[in-house]
């Protein structure tokens, strides 16, 4: 394994025991070599085995607080390889010689069509229509005429594998399109995120597909907020601490902007939290790369990142000191 590892173990070292977060996930996994050991850990309070020996491990999706505390109890591991795309609550934890793997590429479809859905049922006003719809109220004069995708300006913060999915999937519906990204690259038209005060007041629809960093927590401030025009929809997809939740709700309440929310920060949002109140605000609790196909598409990544360490080969989607 190219990472070098901590402290394999001599008697285990032909061994790779891996832990992953599902039972139905072995079958999912194809061939392994016979030297990989698969065990199942669902819960961090039921380990199936002696930690001492795992070198690699799934943790489960969207997980964080609870099992990363578990890192210490690992002391020969190599790999952690998640199954989200977010690897914000791993980025400091996983121990130097350790190589830390995200799930890019697995979320793309799937967090893509949230998007899409969120943007499309926001403008059309199906919200509106389910309240009206709970109360058995025709509502037309209430609910319509209802605005349209075509010939919208979105603009899509975070120019990586799910912003471009995004970006494939609204391309029929006639929309123009500014990408963005943390530095510009004019050869494939994305614009640095230094430009989003000029950019900003030309978008009718902002979407957030930016990781969590240092620099992405809190990006979107009064003054980003205050650049959008009126009208416009903020569309986070990425992840909750991303946007100031105060800025958002005091921009949200005076109705000047609307937002459809997969993610918030807190997570989950308590139920006295005023976003819940909120008409112009759609909330969805953090599922938009939660469907049935995920498990599928998650373990093919796992069982070829399994084949590649077995074999020496350098694993992909390392998340860097760039992420
Ligand atoms: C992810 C997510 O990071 O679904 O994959 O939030």
């Known amino acids: 394994m190219p990472s070098g590892g901590r402290g394999r173990l001599p008697l285990s070292s032909a061994i790779v025991k891996v832990w992953i977060p599902h039972e139905t996930g072995r079958d999912l996994l194809g061939e392994l070599p016979t030297d990989v050991v698969v065990e199942c850990l669902a819960d961090p309070a039921r380990l199936p085995s002696d930690p001492a020996g795992v070198r690699f491990w799934v943790p489960p999706f969207l997980s964080a607080g609870d099992v990363t505390g578990l890192l210490d109890r690992l002391p020969a591991l190599e790999v952690v390889q998640l199954l989200s795309a977010g690897a914000d609550a791993w980025v400091d934890r996983v121990p130097a010689g350790a190589t830390l793997c995200d799930a890019r590429g697995v979320h793309d479809s799937a ?25 058995r109220d025709w509502a037309y004069d209430e609910v319509a005429p209802t605005d349209e995708l075509a010939g919208k300006r979105v603009l899509i913060l975070g120019a990586g594998s799910i912003g471009r999915a995004v970006q494939a999937r609204l391309t029929p519906f006639e929309v123009d399109f500014t990408l963005v990204a943390r530095t510009a690259r004019p050869g494939v038209g994305v614009h640095g995120v230094d430009e989003l005060p000029r950019l900003l007041p030309d978008a009718d629809v902002v979407v957030l597909l930016v990781p969590l960093t240092d620099r992405t927590r809190g990006l979107v401030d009064e003054a980003f907020l205050a650049a959008m025009p009126d009208g416009a929809l903020l569309v986070n997809a990425a992840r909750g601490p991303v946007a100031r939740t105060e800025a958002l709700v005091a921009e949200a309440r005076t109705g000047r902007l609307h937002a459809a929310l997969d993610v918030t920060d807190p997570e989950p949002l308590p139920a006295d939290h005023p976003l819940w109140e909120l008409p112009n605000v759609l909330l969805t609790p953090h599922v938009a790369g939660s469907v049935r196909g995920l498990l599928p598409r998650a373990y093919r990544l796992v069982g070829a990142q399994l084949r590649r360490f077995v074999a020496g080969e350098p694993l992909e989607n390392v998340v860097t000191d760039g992420y």
């Open 111 to 135: 967090t893509a069509e949230w998007v899409v859905t969120a943007i499309l049922a926001h403008l059309r006003g199906f919200p509106a229509m389910a309240r009206a719809q709970a109360r």
